[in-house]
């Protein structure tokens, strides 16, 4: 499952698994039970009724189907009501006796799904069920749960005239009923483990890419837009099944949502109205839900393993595309920044305990490490190795969960060698190496050659981590030298042998190690004041500054971090990020860069200005201590609708909107000096 800007609704798939534990056992069979439900829509009434014929693959060994269902459905079976057993958290939890040795039962039931009209997706299930259309996720419990990974289904649904639907199953039969309502039955036999109900009065736009029916379904129709993300389906689709294998799914839909969602289920994403517009998201979000069929809507995550998915996901869409446009250095090391920015002492952990993104340090250490463990895998077992291990471990998995453990010995089968200390490390390990580089130094090696000498370090917390770590040598004529060192202890000197006369070292250079970036490395930015676990927010005189100052920390405050308010009469606290509102705030003095951008009243970049009147200007900083500020220096009526999206711009230094619609004027980060891995070598004498 994936999403627009941390990308995945994985957290709904955890939860599910625990809620279906409550249901107990259904019987143990390596086979999925079976759905055969009639649904019937009444949306303007806000209800459905559905028969779910259902089939098991073993009677269950005490007699008893155990199953959940949503606390607002009656159940009846052969006719009579039946009473649950028990009610929490939405839930109604049924035990219905069987007769000995039955497989089969009729469930029938009906009632209202009320709406989350304004639904927080990333923290709480959404529905929908009235006019405009209906979203029942898997985790609405609007059939059985059973405690069953998998489970194949038959969907019989009864549409209002003018509706689509969206199944990920292949469509059987299509019959216009005699009130002009519609019939529409799916089958599906990929076990899947949570089933959808989308439907509404889309405009339908489709092609046929291969074998696959790719498909745009628009609540507001757009045909321009519609053929790009046909376009741009037809592209990636076939890229990915020559890589990894036959895309799983009879088709794949791009669904406008009800919601400003970003989600990926089994054959169909769900963007928000806004989102899906914005121009870059046909190249970003869309390949990277696109290929959550094949990473966690084809291969499952197993119940009891990290979720690898999101990191595999991010770094063969996200990271790949960008690779194959000559940015994977680029990438990299905003993935590495994202790290070092929001995993705070006591916030790490390691990725087997990563189950889904509800953070800054969860999505860092879930999507940013997950993406860099298997970049440092594929350079780990070669690009054939790599490449042919991914086929090996969807062909072998394709709809069945799967760990990293399994993804372990899939990866140790085809590079031949044990690579389970690799994934022990990296997978169950919490933390990154810092490495540090020192008494780097050039001899003469004769016959024109050099010897550079370099101690190679890791300071952080803990044991050592065995690392292979790049390097790049200039040489004062023709091309750098380029390879590679393996280190494993804390501290371990090397010498390095090559033709002609080297002048520079540079360790790690295109950021392929999973490490902790020093500071010099990565400037100041947004994400380092949204990492903090304590915002203090600064504004300056009057009634008026102090709402909107209190109106932005609502925004701002949740779980984990504490937001205040002062004004900037007070001297600035002495813990915790600072965000200093307004362009004539008195503490900007305590920021020189700010102090700077101050003192000019404006920011120029390239000859450009940013920040005159009627702009918003959004700079980062740090002070000589480190510590992070956030000027947000424009009107205050503007301040809560952009502080909403600021955090979405974790990796820049500086941003400029309009102050009026809030269009993004310019972004990008200040110049970073050299880092503390490069090394200018100094020649030293041989002579006695």
């Avoid at 690392?467 to 200039?474: A, G, N, Q, S």
């Amino acid at each position: 499952m994936g999403r627009q800007c941390s990308r995945s609704a994985w957290w709904r798939w955890w939860g599910l698994c625990w809620l279906l534990l409550l249901a107990g056992p259904a019987g143990a069979s390596a086979a999925a039970p079976d759905h055969d439900l009639r649904v019937t829509l009444m949306p303007d009434a806000g209800r459905l009724a559905v028969q779910d014929r259902l089939t098991l693959p073993a009677a269950p060994a005490d007699g008893v189907l155990r199953f959940a269902l949503g606390a607002t459905l009656a159940l009846t079976v052969d006719g009579r009501p039946v009473a649950p057993r028990s009610r929490e958290g939405g839930l109604a939890r049924y035990a219905l006796p069987l007769a000995a040795g039955q497989r089969t039962v009729t469930l029938d039931y009906a009632g209202p799904l009320r709406g989350t009209p304004d639904c927080d997706w990333l923290r709480e299930p959404c529905r929908k069920l009235d006019g405009a259309g209906v979203f029942l996720g898997a985790d609405t419990a609007w059939y059985p749960w059973l405690a069953a990974e998998a489970q194949t289904h038959t969907l019989r649904l009864t549409l209002p005239a003018g509706w689509r639907a969206v199944n990920p199953g292949r469509q059987v039969a299509r019959e216009i009923l005699a009130d002009g309502r519609q019939r529409v039955t799916w089958r599906s036999d990929a076990p899947l483990p949570g089933l959808y109900l989308l439907a509404g009065p889309f405009a339908r736009h489709a092609r046929a890419v291969g074998g696959v029916q790719a498909e745009v379904l628009l609540r507001d129709d757009d045909p321009a837009l519609a053929e790009r993300y046909l376009a741009a389906i037809a592209r990636y689709l076939p890229l990915y099944e020559e890589r990894l294998g036959p895309y799983p799914y009879p088709r794949f839909t791009v669904v406008e949502s009800f919601w400003e969602t970003g989600w990926g289920m089994p054959s169909f994403t769900l963007l928000g109205g806004r989102v899906l517009r914005l121009p870059f998201i046909v190249h970003t979000s869309l390949p990277h839900e696109l290929l959550h069929n094949w990473w966690g809507n084809g291969v499952f995550v197993a119940a009891d393993s990290g979720n690898w998915s999101e990191g595999l996901t991010a770094y063969l869409a996200d990271h790949y595309l960008r690779e194959r446009r000559g940015q994977g250095a680029d990438y990299r090391r905003d993935a590495l920044q994202k790290y070092a920015d929001y995993v705070r002492r006591g916030r790490d952990f390691p990725l087997a305990a990563f189950r889904s993104r509800h953070s800054g340090a969860s999505e860092a250490v879930g999507y940013a490490k997950g993406l860099m463990v298997f970049h440092m895998l594929r350079r780990e077992v070669g690009e054939a190795h790599f490449w042919a291990a991914l086929r090996a471990f969807y062909r072998q998995y394709r709809f069945r969960p799967a760990g990293f453990d399994d993804i372990a010995a899939v990866f140790s089968a085809q590079a031949g060698r044990d690579l389970g200390p690799f994934f022990d490390q990296w997978v169950q390990r919490p933390g990154a190496p810092h490495l540090v580089l020192a008494a780097a130094r050039v001899e003469p090696a004769g016959d024109g050659r050099s010897r550079v000498r370099f101690t190679l370090g890791q300071d952080q917390a803990g044991p050592p981590f065995t690392l292979r770590v790049p390097l790049r040598i200039e040489r004062a004529a023709g091309p750098p030298w380029r390879g590679e060192v393996l280190l494993r202890q804390r501290r371990q000197d090397f010498a390095i042998t090559l033709d002609g006369r080297a002048t520079r070292l540079v360790v790690d250079p295109n950021f392929d190690c999973f490490r902790l970036l020093d500071a010099a490395e990565r400037p100041a930015s947004l994400g380092q004041v949204f990492g903090s676990e304590r915002l203090v927010l600064v504004h300056p005189p009057g009634a008026d500054w102090r709402a909107a100052a209190e109106a932005l920390a609502g925004v701002w405050r949740r779980p984990g971090r504490a937001v205040t308010v002062q004004d900037d009469g007070r001297p600035p606290p002495a813990t915790g990020a600072v965000v200093l509102l307004g362009r004539a705030n008195r503490l900007a003095v305590h920021w020189p860069r700010l102090a700077a951008v101050a003192e000019a009243g404006a920011l120029t970049v390239d000859g450009r200005m940013l920040g005159g009147p009627g702009q918003m200007l959004v700079l980062a900083a740090r002070d000589a201590s480190g510590r992070p500020a956030l000027w947000l220096s424009g009107p205050r009526q503007a301040l809560a609708g952009l502080g909403r999206r600021l955090p979405h711009y974790g990796k820049y230094s500086y941003l400029a909107f309009t102050g009026g619609d809030g269009r993004l004027l310019a972004k990008g980060r200040w110049p970073v000096g050299d880092s503390p891995l490069v090394a200018r070598l100094a020649p030293v004498s041989t002579a006695p």
